[in-house]
């Protein structure tokens, strides 16, 4: 059950129009990366952390992790253009045949129950990623027309953590970085290579905080699990 996670933290967050990386925002007066970590240092089967960061925010970044005694960041190693590029950097880096899970800086709400799933199903098939049922109705447009309706029962919003055996994620980056091939997730890369990933269903309150409007879904989630903890759930 143990693991080792990835978390890529070098963007820039140029989406969210802060002036500075999204990560260092502060929810509740605490930076957005230090309520990612908080989870992976809470779950029991966090083996190690490895942070791709920018350079440019390494003080920072390393000061931060001093003062919340966040313990299992094991290597902090710089990213690079892409967020497939900054996952790359680190997988390199890495050793073994264990479970390696990548998990983006920006997604703070995830759950360990979650996590333990996702787990568990990558110890089955290989790889696993969460994601929850498409809520909206999807077209494919052509110019601003239509062209089509997708079947909205066979379509997912993937999330992250997504988990894969290391060798496996480590040959589906090396494939992508030979063939030039830039994807949104880890998992589009082990599809190149055929393999088989295992869908487990997470939480739609595992938002990936990406525009400003998403402070405010935060904000609300925030609330939620507040008033569940005084309510003893
Ligand atoms: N070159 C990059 C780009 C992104 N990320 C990380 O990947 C996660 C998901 O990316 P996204 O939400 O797109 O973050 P940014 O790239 O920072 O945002 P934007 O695209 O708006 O600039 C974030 O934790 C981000 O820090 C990264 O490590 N390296
Ligand atoms: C990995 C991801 O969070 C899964 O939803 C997403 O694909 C990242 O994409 P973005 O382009 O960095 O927003």
Same mark, same amino acid.
Request: glycine share 6%.
């Given at each position: 059950?143990?693991?080792?996670?990835?978390?890529?933290?070098?963007?820039?967050?140029?989406?969210?129009?802060?002036?500075?990386?999204?990560?260092?925002?502060?929810?509740?007066?605490?930076?957005?990366?230090?309520?990612?970590?908080?989870?992976?240092?809470?779950?029991?089967?966090?083996?190690?952390?490895?942070?791709?960061?920018?350079?440019?925010?390494?003080?920072?970044?390393?000061?931060?992790?001093?003062?919340?005694?966040?313990?299992?960041?094991?290597?902090?190693?710089?990213?690079?253009?892409?967020?497939?590029?900054?996952?790359?950097?680190?997988?390199?880096?890495?050793?073994?045949?264990?479970?390696?899970?990548?998990?983006? =800086? +920006? &997604?703070?709400?995830?759950?360990?129950?979650?996590?333990?799933? *996702? #787990? /568990?199903?990558?110890?089955?098939?290989?790889?696993s990623i969460l994601a929850v049922p498409m809520?909206?109705?999807?077209?494919?447009?052509?110019?601003?027309?239509?062209?089509?309706?997708?079947?909205?029962?066979?379509l997912w919003s993937v999330q992250t953590?997504q988990?894969?055996?290391?060798?496996?994620?480590?040959?589906?980056?090396?494939? =992508? +970085? &030979?063939?030039?091939?830039?994807?949104?997730?880890?998992a589009? *890369? #082990? /599809?190149?290579?055929?393999?088989?990933?295992?869908i487990v269903e997470g939480?739609?309150?595992n938002?990936?905080?990406?525009?400003?409007?998403?402070?405010?879904?935060?904000?609300?989630?925030?609330?939620?699990?507040?008033?569940?903890?005084?309510?003893?759930?």
């Amino acid at each position: 059950m143990g693991y080792e996670v990835i978390i890529p933290a070098a963007g820039q967050g140029k989406r969210m129009e802060a002036g500075k990386n999204k990560l260092l925002l502060e929810l509740r007066e605490v930076p957005v990366l230090i309520h990612t970590l908080k989870v992976f240092e809470q779950d029991r089967n966090c083996k190690a952390v490895h942070l791709a960061i920018h350079p440019d925010d390494e003080q920072e970044m390393k000061k931060l992790l001093r003062k919340y005694g966040i313990k299992k960041v094991a290597s902090l190693i710089y990213g690079g253009k892409e967020r497939q590029h900054s996952v790359y950097h680190v997988v390199k880096e890495l050793n073994g045949e264990g479970i390696v899970l990548v998990h983006d =800086a +920006a &997604r703070p709400f995830v759950e360990i129950d979650a996590i333990s799933r *996702l #787990v /568990e199903a990558a110890e089955e098939t290989g790889a696993s990623i969460l994601a929850v049922p498409m809520k909206d109705t999807v077209k494919k447009a052509n110019e601003g027309l239509v062209s089509e309706t997708v079947e909205r029962a066979s379509l997912w919003s993937v999330q992250t953590p997504q988990a894969f055996r290391l060798p496996m994620l480590l040959d589906a980056h090396e494939r =992508a +970085a &030979r063939e030039s091939y830039v994807g949104t997730d880890d998992a589009s *890369l #082990v /599809e190149r290579t055929n393999g088989n990933i295992k869908i487990v269903e997470g939480s739609y309150d595992n938002i990936k905080l990406t525009t400003p409007e998403d402070l405010y879904f935060a904000e609300a989630i925030m609330n939620k699990r507040m008033q569940g903890k005084k309510k003893g759930k």
